[in-house]
């Protein structure tokens, strides 16, 4: 008789074949995830690794590696690989349960029991009484590595229930680390914050540059902000060169602050489901836009990166947009910071004497005025109005990656790694003896069961048994 469809699906999930299959694809999709640039942390290195591995570039965009862990292909194999789990999780728990049923039952057995209910007996000697049998059988298994305890006229080695536990666990807490990661994709956010020093951006999708979200992302309840205390171009921790670090900040939504630290590639900052990781950094210019009548209009950075291809060594960021009252005309402001040199190349940190060049652009692209000015300095502006150049400093572009899975999957590998070992080291055994008076004489009767982790097999157990009791030596029955 044929099994159903829904049978051979249930079947074919289950199948260890394909859980294993799954686990590998998984494993390797993440390390290679882990070799490839993704596009979200850094736009550029993603460009420049498709430079340098132009046979691999189009490979990697069509499978979406640059997006690996949200790639469908990922998705779907972390489905599967989830429905097969549970399948399989579910098998488990429904085997731990009759063996733990078993085990109650047995660490509840009297000599009754095991006399009425045994797998098999061994005839010992007639000169030997009962307790002189049970001291022997428990001094064999004792040399077998399996230690009994005498109770009721019963010898008997069982293990607790909870050994039988440890794979049904693994299983579940793997199953909820799939969950986890499909779901937290659905409600994660991550993207690329630049923040120079001294300022603080509220964790909002405006202060991000860049930023992709899952569908299920709101924003609603995040009431928080993100400062940048300070930067180090050179950190040095341990002997170790950290590179360019910043020092960053999170504060709640009255301003206190909830952590603050050092951030680097080996030490990210974790704060709840909000994780901060370094990705660049630049150049940082504090201006003051100042209209006709001398009012401040706007004040704040504007930020600057390095670019070899430019004159001065860097690029703006950010700009500023304004309008001749006069004419109605509308112009841009950019603002750049020329770099020092050394043997004509441009290096790539903070002048000495810092300074920012002002250039304004009208709205047809043509250059109207461009000046080089240093803090403290201003520039005056078509139609009237000035800018100020308060200051010249860093600036960090951070990674911020809000998962409210990540703290879910840090509890599931605790709770996967207990069910693990105690999967891989737990001994699941039943072993009963009782001695039974017969017509015949006195024999020993024998319930085991050995599951997992057992120290012996059945066959080794009846037969040194056997050569105990007996002195002679018994072919294995089991």
Not at 52 to 61: C, G, K, M
Not at 67 to 94: E, N
Not at 376 to 398: C, I
Request: charged share 20%; net charge neutral.
């Amino acid at each position: 008789m044929t099994s159903s469809p829904g049978r051979r699906i249930v079947r074919f999930l289950g199948s260890a074949a394909l859980a294993t299959w799954l686990l590998v694809f998984v494993g390797v999709w993440s390390i290679v995830g882990s070799l490839v640039p993704q596009s979200v942390a850094s736009e550029s290195a993603v460009k420049t690794w498709e430079t340098a591995h132009p046979f691999f570039a189009p490979i990697a965009r069509f499978l979406g590696l640059h997006q690996a862990f949200s790639a469908p292909i990922f998705l779907a194999c972390v489905v599967v690989l989830g429905d097969s789990t549970a399948i399989c999780a579910w098998q488990r728990t429904k085997l731990a349960f009759g063996r733990a049923r078993r085990l109650a039952e047995a660490a509840r057995a009297d000599r009754l029991h095991v006399v009425e209910h045994h797998d098999f007996e061994i005839a010992t000697d007639a000169s030997l009484g009962e307790d002189e049998v049970l001291s022997i059988a428990e001094k064999t298994l004792a040399t077998l590595n399996v230690k009994t305890r005498p109770r009721d006229g019963v010898l008997r080695a069982v293990s607790s229930a909870w050994s039988v536990w440890g794979s049904p666990i693994f299983h579940w807490a793997l199953f909820g680390l799939l969950v986890a990661l499909i779901v937290g994709n659905l409600g994660r956010s991550e993207g690329l914050m630049g923040v120079a020093v001294g300022q603080t951006k509220p964790d909002a999708p405006a202060s991000y540059g860049k930023i992709t979200t899952g569908p299920l992302r709101g924003w609603s309840s995040v009431n928080r902000s993100i400062r940048v205390d300070r930067f180090e171009p050179d950190y040095m921790s341990g002997g170790i060169d950290r590179g360019p670090t910043p020092t960053v900040t999170v504060l709640d939504g009255s301003g206190k602050v909830i952590k603050s630290q050092r951030v680097y590639p080996n030490a990210t900052l974790k704060s709840g489901t909000l994780t901060i990781y370094p990705s660049d950094y630049g150049l940082a210019t504090d201006v003051t836009l100042i209209s006709p009548s001398g009012g401040k209009v706007w004040q704040g950075p504007l930020l600057v990166d390095f670019a070899t291809e430019t004159t001065s060594g860097t690029r703006p960021v950010d700009y500023l947009d304004n309008t001749d009252a006069s004419t109605n005309q509308s112009y841009r402001i950019y603002v750049s910071v020329p770099l020092d040199r050394v043997n004509g190349a441009a290096v790539n940190q903070l002048p000495k004497n810092p300074t920012a060049q002002v250039d304004v652009v009208g709205s047809d692209g043509t250059l109207a005025y461009s000046k080089v000015v240093s803090p403290g300095e201003t520039v005056s502006l078509p139609g009237g109005g000035a800018l100020q150049l308060d200051n010249v400093n860093y600036y960090a572009r951070l990674s911020v990656v809000d998962d409210w899975s990540i703290p879910l999957l840090l509890v599931g590998l605790v709770v996967a790694m207990v069910g693990l070992t105690i999967a891989v080291v737990a001994r699941q055994q039943i072993i009963l003896l009782a001695v039974v008076d017969g017509p015949d004489g006195t024999s020993l009767a024998a319930t085991v069961r050995l599951w997992r982790n057992a120290a012996s097999s059945r066959g080794e157990i009846e037969s040194e048994l056997t050569r105990a009791l007996t002195g002679g030596e018994k072919e294995s029955t089991g």
